[in-house]
């Protein structure tokens, strides 16, 4: 099973390959801004360890 980590971390290697079109790049990028912001949303639903 793929972790979101895992899933942007697979995105970002994509991108920085030479050999994509326009058209895959930007999908690309759609893909990681969204998985980022799902990465955002659940470590702000984490909750704080105590101290």
Known sequence: MTTLHD??????AELASFHLSRRERR?????????LAQQ???ESD???PPH
């Open 27 to 35: 999908q690309i990028e759609r893909e990681l801004k969204v998985a």
């Open 46 to 48: 984490r909750p704080t």
């Open 40 to 42: 955002t949303r659940v």
């Open 7 to 12: 899933h942007i971390q697979m995105l970002r």
